[in-house]
């Protein structure tokens, strides 16, 4: 299995930026997905997760109402939709999947089989 992110970058506070993590050697319309972020000295943050249907979605409490995930499962790829940015989001995201089965609350909770190798983001103030 092979994630690869990409789209990330620097953008002022209260743009715009959309990241994309491509999947290979996986039926990816089986697996969990989720994005996760960690900036420098922090603890890695569950940014939000996205069911293998694609119809739902849980986001982290700090970037609910102004991230949105999506899926494309012919494709193979996800997108993470990043508006209204702060600098308190800047950070390095990974995509990550899993082949088992996940509830609501293992998107956060649990480890993910497969991590991508993460795209950075800088936001300026």
């Known amino acids: 299995v092979q994630l690869v992110e990409s789209g990330g970058g620097l953008v002022q506070a209260g743009g715009s930026l959309r990241l994309s993590c491509s999947a290979s050697?996986?039926?990816?319309?089986?697996?969990?997905v989720g994005w996760f972020r960690q900036a420098p000295g922090e603890d890695r943050e569950f940014v939000g997760g996205i069911r293998r249907d694609g119809r739902t979605t849980y986001y982290g409490d700090s970037v609910k109402g102004r991230f949105t995930i999506s899926r494309d499962n012919v494709e193979k790829t996800t997108y993470l939709q990043m508006n209204s940015l702060k600098p308190a989001d800047a950070a390095v995201y990974y995509c990550v999947v899993d082949s088992r089965y996940y509830t609501g609350s293992d998107y956060q909770q649990r480890q993910y089989e497969y991590w991508g190798q993460g795209t950075q983001v800088t936001v300026s103030s």
């Open positions: 050697g996986l039926t990816f319309g089986t697996y969990a």
